[in-house]
């Protein structure tokens, strides 16, 4: 099956300092990936969408300063937390559709991001 | 309000048994139903995907079925073994992806 590579997975920063977030798509070309958070003993909350060439859009309560999104190639988005506090620790999840998109399209996750901030 | 719901929350079995989880659904527009298995500090690994006319799809030793009138699927699991110890994510897809809570389920020898 298709891979999706997320790096790292896992880091510790210090509060106040930024962190970035890799998804790559190694075997297939992905317009658009996705940023998923997920706590403890809790569902995957969509944070974003991230399209190629263009602007992410967020969902609702999700600042988009805080958490920027970059999708410059077709195999590659970040998601960089900027000036990060304790509370932002959390698993961060990041997904590719692979081919024409459709809705039966399956949906290929990275291994995830365990970020705590100290 | 699109929602999905898995029970039970928790699960533990021996190895070698046989297992179902439930899940529930209210979505709208219904296009599909996914299941997927995530072991504990990893992204999810689809099993199953089922569209509406669909009712059953199996996966190896994992059998999904639909019942779209009920909105209603579960994910059975055959001959259980330690490595299936992880959560099962019910996904349902309403234009964007609707997750529930995730059954764990533990597998002791």
């Known amino acids: 099956g298709a891979v999706v590579s997320q790096h790292p997975s896992r880091v510790i920063c210090k509060s106040g300092t930024s962190v970035k977030i890799e998804c790559r798509s190694l075997?297939?070309?992905?317009?658009?990936m996705f940023w998923y958070r997920q706590f403890p003993k809790q569902s995957l909350m969509l944070m974003a969408t991230?399209?190629?060439?263009?602007?992410?859009?967020?969902e609702q309560g999700v600042e988009k300063d805080k958490f920027l999104i970059n999708h410059a190639s077709l195999t590659l988005s970040t998601l960089t937390v900027t000036s990060a506090h304790p509370e932002d620790s959390s698993f961060y999840i990041c997904?590719?559709?692979?081919?024409?998109?459709?809705?039966?399209?399956?949906?290929?996750f990275g291994q995830g991001t365990r970020l705590t901030v100290v | 309000k699109n929602q999905v719901e898995q029970s039970p929350q928790s699960l533990i079995i021996l190895e070698g048994k046989n297992c179902t989880l439930q899940c529930n659904y209210t979505v709208s527009p219904f296009s599909n139903l996914r299941w997927y298995k995530q072991d504990t500090g990893r992204g999810p690994v689809s099993l199953t995907i089922?569209?509406?006319?669909?009712n059953t799809k199996s996966n190896g030793r994992y059998t999904a079925t639909l019942d779209a009138d009920t909105k209603q699927s579960s994910l059975h699991i055959t001959a259980s073994q330690l490595s299936d110890s992880a959560s099962y994510i019910c996904v349902a897809r309403a234009g964007g992806l609707i997750f529930g809570t995730g059954t764990r389920l533990q597998v002791f020898p």
């Open positions: 997904s590719a559709r692979r081919g024409i998109r459709s809705l039966n399209t399956e949906a290929f």
């Open positions: 991230s399209n190629e060439g263009s602007k992410a859009t967020y």
């Open positions: 089922m569209t509406f006319s669909e």
């Open positions: 075997d297939f070309q992905a317009t658009t």
